[in-house]
């Protein structure tokens, strides 16, 4: 094939994909932009094809933000939730709280998380409580980092006082923490320190009785990542921490090119672990 035609080829298959685009609409979403083509709209769901293909796919409508027809006419939709980015666990006052299950459309599961609070005196309301108990649930979910709490259950109990004895409010809840946003792997992978070797710099939690969270004292230990696994998206390290391996499992809530920010739990107590590149 001579080089006049070559490049006839290359300047159609330009013109095709842009015609493609031109008459594919686009469907926004919080995890990003999907070209295709719109076929129902319901309550619950939108269906769509990719160019080309036959294939009907479907997406949960509380995922998406808006839909850019291939007309031009835009349809947006309210019912999305524009969720904060949450950069550590004291940005916890900007973690979203859902009352619904529905409100978790296209949103990832991180864990279950449960909190509790009492009344500091038999006065102490039980609104107070109840406000504690949900600030420390987002404070648990930030920790996880997750940017929204659903609310699966919740307990409260007044105060009680009589001849017999008394007992301050106490409220316990039960919600799952959820992120908008997952981790990019090879992103991750290309920051690792040279030989994964770290120093833990700084380390946080919120434990059962916990008014707020707690920042640990540390002496700078090492820690060395023995292994880099993903599941369901989300990355999990394995680490050596002062020369004893953990049993545990470490997901990674953020990094940069010479820190890690981690996530643990055991049982109701939630932490944070900050690892920097060793000198």
Not at 270 to 278: A, C, K, Q
Request: charged fraction near 25%.
């Amino acid at each position: 094939m001579n080089n006049g035609k070559i490049w006839m080829s290359v300047v159609g298959l330009l013109i095709s994909t842009a015609l493609v685009a031109q008459n594919a609409d686009t469907i926004v979403t919080m995890r990003g932009k999907i070209v295709g083509h719109v076929k129902e709209i319901t309550p619950e769901l939108v269906a769509y094809t990719n160019p080309n293909e036959a294939v009907i796919y479907k997406i949960e409508r509380g995922a998406v933000s808006k839909i850019v027809f291939a007309s031009g006419r835009v349809e947006k939709f309210a019912d999305m939730k524009v969720l904060a980015k949450i950069n550590g666990a004291f940005d916890w006052p900007q973690v979203d709280v859902a009352t619904t299950e529905y409100e978790t459309k296209g949103l990832y599961k991180i864990d279950l998380i449960s909190t509790k609070a009492t009344g500091t005196t038999v006065y102490s309301s039980v609104t107070k409580v109840q406000d504690r108990a949900f600030s420390k649930l987002k404070m648990a979910a930030a920790i996880m980092g997750g940017n929204l709490v659903y609310i699966k259950s919740e307990s409260l109990e007044g105060n009680i006082r009589s001849e017999l004895g008394s007992r301050t409010s106490r409220a316990q809840l039960l919600g799952t923490a959820y992120c908008s946003e997952l981790l990019d792997e090879n992103k991750f992978k290309a920051t690792l320190a040279e030989g994964n070797k770290y120093t833990l710099i700084s380390k946080l939690g919120l434990r059962n009785n916990d008014a707020d969270i707690h920042t640990f004292e540390t002496a700078n230990e090492d820690v060395d990542i023995n292994s880099v696994q993903v599941e369901k998206g989300f990355i999990y390290l394995t680490l050596t921490i002062d020369g004893k391996k953990s049993k545990l499992q470490y997901r990674v809530v953020s990094f940069s090119d010479s820190r890690i920010m981690v996530a643990y739990r055991e049982g109701t107590a939630y932490y944070n672990m900050v690892l920097s590149e060793r000198m």
